[in-house]
């Protein structure tokens, strides 16, 4: 207790110096809780575009799609894949895919066409809520489609444009179709972007005269449910199939999100070193300043342990006080990334490795998020005081006694 | 060799100690032979340079011989690990020094406490001890004061008050009158002199101020790193 206390009056008895070390460490805490936040929402954001959107956190696939992607690689059973999953308790659904061409007036390009079912989509995927403008796929408007951003763009489509895909079948015969367009996507991921048709599943089947199979079976799982586990569990109940998660399916981007928390602890270590070498340069004037009183604690009979305590103590009472202010300044500007975010105009749409960048950048303030600044401030502290103090503990008291 | 007749404390056996000085050796102690009984008063005197202080250092684990042998209540001090050195100091020597050496962020009476404060002992009766030790060295009512309200003299009877409240074999007092003037050094003095006869404290100056060798009951002369003279004064001797 009489460590803490010397340790509390310590802190305060040079004012001004210990005011500048918490001022800093303040500043730095309030940085990486808004820097983590950020980066944070951001990959969050692109994550959850990814699963819900696009890849889902499962998919069903027919063993060679990846390598031979066509019209004829279809998982067969998966009507009856679809009921077990249902009854394991796993949201699915199921898309068809295939490619051609698309013309609008003068207008054309290559189009990936993705068949839908669609209301059981909205029940698993938030792909219905990316409609920037227009409305989702409806069954009973057959020749309504919604079209990525790009797509729209390049062929000057509108809402109510007509656009014309022209495909081979899977008979072999010439599939052609006549479509309006009744909704256009916002950003929600690269492939869909540049040339996506989305239309609804039995307008597809028509089509491409494919009656039976489906290209892939889209598999949410409940919130907090290990991915590895759901992935291991679904193949059990598709045996004949290959099963994939999204991160064996796009594993340069899985590894890029797993990156995210290097790169946050990089930038952390730049800043919290920036902040260490201060709190060490202070911490070494008290030593100095007070090498007499070290030794006098020697002398009386401190522990070289007891001397560490105290100056790690006034460490981490600056460390406190940091914290304390620190959250305080950055409760605001916290709460307000994290409802309103930031309009990020332009950048909207960018696309990182497949992922789009989100129109507006909110933050993500969890407390697993903000816990990670916060107890790295405490341990760089603790790191840069630990020299300083070692040095004040093994002081000889003799030599101590007669500094000046 | 003059002693009391209580058990020994402090024994210094052949010690030596020699410093390396600007590239030069210094041979501070040259073969000391001393041993202090329980009880005494006893003062180390001798001019500048003549090894008082580092006598001193040495019988307070605050330093180590270069050879020889210094115990304390019977242990070789040189056996000792650097935590028990620390707990020999903070259980069994309690220490006065010239400059006071106070902990500038702590009261009076935190002062005092803060030796005992690493014992164990429990807040009531810290504060019951060192309560009735402040009002022993006539500090009563000022037990809230920081050093730097309180006069080199009242500094000293904290420094004092920290010494005596872990209830040490040896209390080791290097030169405690050369800060304060004459008035004040002879209230300490007699108040030491005072806790000895009353409570058997032993206590050990380092000194070159007549009026503590006036207070000593045995003085030990240190001249060249030995003890030189060695004599008990007779009762109303000066």
Same mark, same amino acid.
């Given at each position: 207790?009489?460590?803490?206390?010397?340790?509390?009056?310590?802190?305060?008895?040079?004012?001004?110096?210990?005011?500048?070390?918490?001022?800093?460490?303040?500043?730095?805490?309030?940085?990486?809780?808004?820097?983590?936040?950020?980066?944070?929402?951001?990959?969050?954001?692109?994550?959850?575009?990814?699963?819900?959107?696009?890849?889902?956190?499962?998919?069903?696939?027919?063993?060679?799609?990846?390598?031979?992607?066509?019209?004829?690689?279809?998982?067969?059973?998966?009507?009856?894949?679809?009921?077990?999953?249902?009854?394991? +308790?796993? /949201?699915? #659904?199921?898309? =068809?895919?295939? !490619?051609?061409?698309?013309?609008?007036?003068?207008?054309? *390009?290559? $189009?990936?066409?993705?068949?839908?079912?669609?209301?059981?989509?909205?029940?698993?995927?938030?792909?219905?809520?990316?409609?920037?403008?227009?409305?989702?796929?409806?069954?009973?408007?057959?020749?309504?489609?919604?079209?990525?951003? +790009?797509? /729209?763009? #390049?062929?000057? =489509?509108?809402? !109510?444009?007509?656009?014309?895909?022209?495909?081979?079948? *899977?008979? $072999?015969?010439?599939?052609?179709?006549?479509?309006?367009?009744?909704?256009?996507?916002?950003?929600?991921?690269?492939?869909?972007?540049?040339?996506?048709?989305?239309?609804?599943?039995?307008?597809?089947?028509?089509?491409?005269?494919?009656?039976?199979?489906?290209?892939?079976?889209?598999?949410?799982?409940?919130?907090?449910?290990?991915?590895?586990?759901?992935?291991?569990?679904?193949?059990?109940?598709?045996?004949?199939?290959?099963?994939?998660?999204?991160?064996?399916?796009?594993?340069?981007?899985?590894?890029?999100?797993?990156?995210?928390?290097?790169?946050?602890?990089?930038?952390?270590?730049?800043?919290?070193?920036?902040?260490?070498?201060?709190?060490?340069?202070?911490?070494?004037?008290?030593?100095?300043?007070?090498?007499?009183?070290?030794?006098?604690?020697?002398?009386?009979?401190?522990?070289?342990?007891?001397?560490?305590?105290?100056?790690?103590?006034?460490?981490?009472?600056?460390?406190?006080?940091?914290?304390?202010?620190?959250?305080?300044?950055?409760?605001?500007?916290?709460?307000?990334?994290?409802?309103?975010?930031?309009?990020?105009?332009?950048?909207?749409?960018?696309?990182?490795?497949?992922?789009?960048?989100?129109?507006?950048?909110?933050?993500?303030?969890?407390?697993?998020?903000?816990?990670?600044?916060?107890?790295?401030?405490?341990?760089?502290?603790?790191?840069?005081?630990?020299?300083?103090?070692?040095?004040?503990?093994?002081?000889?008291?003799?030599?101590?006694?007669?500094?000046? | 060799?003059?002693?009391?007749?209580?058990?020994?404390?402090?024994?210094?056996?052949?010690?030596?100690?020699?410093?390396?000085?600007?590239?030069?050796?210094?041979?501070?102690?040259?073969?000391?032979?001393?041993?202090?009984?329980?009880?005494?008063?006893?003062?180390?005197?001798?001019?500048?340079?003549?090894?008082?202080?580092?006598?001193?250092?040495?019988?307070?684990?605050?330093?180590?011989?270069?050879?020889?042998?210094?115990?304390?209540?019977?242990?070789?001090?040189?056996?000792?690990?650097?935590?028990?050195?620390?707990?020999?100091?903070?259980?069994?020597?309690?220490?006065?020094?010239?400059?006071?050496?106070?902990?500038?962020?702590?009261?009076?009476?935190?002062?005092?406490?803060?030796?005992?404060?690493?014992?164990?002992?429990?807040?009531?009766?810290?504060?019951?001890?060192?309560?009735?030790?402040?009002?022993?060295?006539?500090?009563?009512?000022?037990?809230?004061?920081?050093?730097?309200?309180?006069?080199?003299?009242?500094?000293?009877?904290?420094?004092?008050?920290?010494?005596?409240?872990?209830?040490?074999?040896?209390?080791?007092?290097?030169?405690?009158?050369?800060?304060?003037?004459?008035?004040?050094?002879?209230?300490?003095?007699?108040?030491?002199?005072?806790?000895?006869?009353?409570?058997?404290?032993?206590?050990?100056?380092?000194?070159?101020?007549?009026?503590?060798?006036?207070?000593?009951?045995?003085?030990?002369?240190?001249?060249?790193?030995?003890?030189?003279?060695?004599?008990?004064?007779?009762?109303?001797?000066?």
């Amino acid at each position: 207790m009489i460590v803490l206390r010397m340790a509390w009056r310590n802190v305060w008895r040079n004012s001004r110096r210990s005011s500048v070390t918490i001022a800093a460490m303040t500043l730095a805490l309030f940085v990486e809780l808004l820097y983590a936040g950020l980066v944070n929402g951001m990959f969050k954001d692109m994550e959850d575009d990814i699963t819900e959107m696009d890849f889902g956190d499962v998919q069903v696939l027919h063993e060679d799609y990846l390598k031979r992607p066509s019209l004829y690689t279809v998982v067969e059973d998966h009507e009856a894949i679809m009921s077990r999953l249902d009854e394991a +308790g796993y /949201a699915a #659904t199921a898309r =068809l895919m295939s !490619g051609g061409l698309v013309a609008s007036g003068e207008f054309s *390009a290559g $189009g990936a066409f993705f068949g839908i079912d669609p209301v059981q989509d909205t029940k698993v995927l938030r792909l219905n809520t990316a409609v920037a403008e227009g409305e989702w796929l409806d069954v009973a408007d057959p020749t309504g489609v919604v079209v990525g951003r +790009g797509l /729209a763009r #390049t062929l000057s =489509l509108d809402l !109510g444009s007509e656009l014309v895909v022209l495909s081979q079948a *899977a008979d $072999g015969s010439m599939a052609n179709e006549l479509f309006t367009v009744k909704g256009i996507l916002r950003s929600v991921g690269a492939g869909l972007d540049r040339g996506g048709i989305l239309m609804p599943a039995d307008t597809f089947r028509d089509m491409m005269v494919m009656p039976e199979g489906a290209h892939k079976i889209i598999v949410r799982r409940a919130k907090n449910q290990p991915l590895e586990e759901v992935t291991a569990a679904v193949t059990a109940l598709a045996p004949d199939a290959k099963v994939m998660n999204w991160k064996q399916l796009s594993p340069m981007l899985a590894q890029m999100l797993e990156g995210v928390n290097s790169m946050i602890v990089i930038v952390y270590l730049i800043v919290y070193v920036a902040v260490a070498i201060l709190i060490l340069n202070a911490m070494l004037m008290a030593v100095f300043e007070r090498i007499r009183e070290f030794g006098v604690l020697k002398a009386i009979g401190y522990s070289p342990f007891q001397v560490v305590s105290m100056m790690v103590l006034e460490g981490m009472i600056q460390a406190t006080v940091a914290l304390g202010a620190g959250l305080a300044l950055a409760a605001g500007p916290m709460w307000y990334l994290q409802n309103n975010g930031i309009n990020v105009g332009n950048l909207a749409g960018m696309s990182m490795a497949g992922m789009t960048m989100p129109a507006v950048w909110r933050g993500d303030y969890t407390l697993g998020v903000i816990q990670v600044p916060i107890i790295m401030l405490f341990v760089i502290v603790f790191f840069a005081v630990i020299y300083p103090a070692t040095k004040a503990a093994w002081i000889r008291p003799v030599e101590a006694m007669r500094h000046q | 060799m003059t002693q009391s007749s209580g058990k020994p404390i402090v024994k210094l056996t052949g010690v030596t100690k020699t410093f390396a000085q600007g590239g030069l050796e210094v041979k501070a102690l040259r073969g000391m032979d001393l041993t202090v009984n329980e009880g005494e008063f006893v003062a180390i005197w001798g001019p500048s340079g003549s090894g008082k202080t580092t006598a001193l250092n040495l019988i307070g684990a605050l330093d180590t011989p270069t050879s020889g042998q210094v115990e304390l209540e019977g242990t070789d001090l040189s056996s000792l690990s650097r935590k028990a050195l620390s707990q020999m100091r903070r259980d069994r020597i309690g220490f006065v020094f010239q400059a006071y050496n106070l902990i500038p962020v702590l009261t009076a009476f935190e002062n005092a406490e803060a030796v005992i404060a690493l014992q164990g002992i429990a807040p009531a009766e810290r504060k019951t001890r060192v309560m009735a030790i402040l009002k022993e060295v006539g500090l009563e009512g000022m037990e809230h004061r920081r050093p730097n309200e309180l006069s080199g003299g009242q500094q000293q009877r904290v420094a004092i008050a920290r010494a005596i409240a872990s209830n040490p074999a040896v209390i080791l007092a290097d030169e405690p009158t050369a800060n304060v003037d004459s008035e004040t050094a002879e209230k300490l003095l007699s108040m030491m002199a005072r806790l000895n006869e009353e409570k058997g404290i032993t206590f050990v100056f380092s000194t070159h101020d007549p009026r503590v060798m006036k207070y000593a009951r045995r003085l030990v002369g240190v001249v060249d790193g030995r003890v030189d003279t060695d004599r008990a004064k007779n009762s109303g001797e000066e």
